[in-house]
């Protein structure tokens, strides 16, 4: 258990990423339907989808989404919040998903509080019209928020699963990381489950509270987890990966997807050699399973 504390630090949040079926009738009115709408009715349909891209659907090899979301209880027809969506990688597998087993998505996407952060606006338009483009196909995902003074991100105790992918590095250089456990613990039903997908950080030492290299050590989301009020259920291997060295010049985003060239902000430099990197693949990364309690 790590004493060390965890100062608040501003709240910059950092960036990485409906309708429905209306019941007709021809003679006399009938009852809205409550049959799903067509789709993928298991995980690995929902994977094999054509309507995600084939540069999502290389990454696969990496992320192992069937093995993942099997191992953290995905189950037709659940409520799940998924924290902080970016573009929709894993949106486009659970929404289908769910929409084809009458299940239920809310994306607690970027609190926008601020009237001038054009570029956080963006995230969450581009992931508006990607749901709003293909209703049949999403189903009724609801979209709300989650950052430093947001409010509930779904009904209180209404969720059976809560996403965190890779993002708790995001929300511990935002200072909001226990609010986004505490808001996971609110959501869950009792028995619920909480699962999180994080780059790994080697252990020992003492834990970099701002996660400046985008890597966080597995034993600290464990003491953030309990300090929540959930319990560890198990921890997998499926996401790890040996190869990953975890001390790249400009942190976890040299490695692919990102393949940062230079430091944050600063232009690519077209002159940097990404082939040890390209190498490597994408990042040694924990995948946790946490349960809120009875």
Wanted: proline residues 9%.
């Amino acid at each position: 258990m790590f004493s060390v504390s965890r100062p608040l630090v501003s709240r910059r949040l950092l960036l990485l990423g409906a309708g429905a079926l209306a019941a007709c009738s021809r003679k006399t009115p009938a009852a809205p339907s409550a049959k799903p709408a067509e789709g993928p009715t298991t995980l690995a349909a929902a994977v094999a989808g054509a309507w995600r891209s084939p540069a999502d659907k290389a990454r696969d090899r990496w992320r192992h989404p069937v093995e993942t979301l099997t191992f953290w209880g995905l189950k037709p027809g659940q409520t799940v919040v998924e924290f902080w969506p970016g573009a929709g990688w894993y949106t486009d597998i659970v929404a289908p998903f769910l929409a084809a087993t009458g299940g239920k998505l809310y994306a607690a996407n970027l609190q926008l509080d601020d009237p001038k952060d054009a570029a956080g606006r963006e995230v969450v338009d581009a992931y508006r019209r990607r749901i709003a483009a293909k209703p049949k196909l999403y189903g009724q995902v609801e979209i709300t928020a989650f950052g430093p003074t947001s409010g509930p991100v779904a009904p209180a105790g209404s969720a059976d699963l809560v996403l965190f992918l890779r993002n708790l590095h995001n929300w511990m250089a935002a200072g909001v990381v226990d609010k986004a456990f505490r808001d996971a613990f609110a959501a869950l039903k009792p028995g619920g489950v909480l699962g999180v997908e994080e780059h790994r950080a080697d252990a020992g030492g003492v834990p970099d509270l701002l996660a400046e290299s985008g890597y966080v050590q597995q034993a600290y989301v464990v003491q953030l987890a309990q300090e929540a009020g959930f319990k560890l259920d198990q921890a997998s291997e499926i996401n790890a990966n040996p190869h990953d060295s975890k001390d790249h010049p400009f942190g976890v985003w040299t490695l692919p997807p990102v393949r940062r060239s230079s430091p944050r902000g600063q232009p690519d430099d077209p002159k940097f050699d990404h082939a040890k990197y390209d190498a490597i693949g994408e990042s040694d990364r924990m995948t946790l399973r946490f349960v809120k309690p009875f």
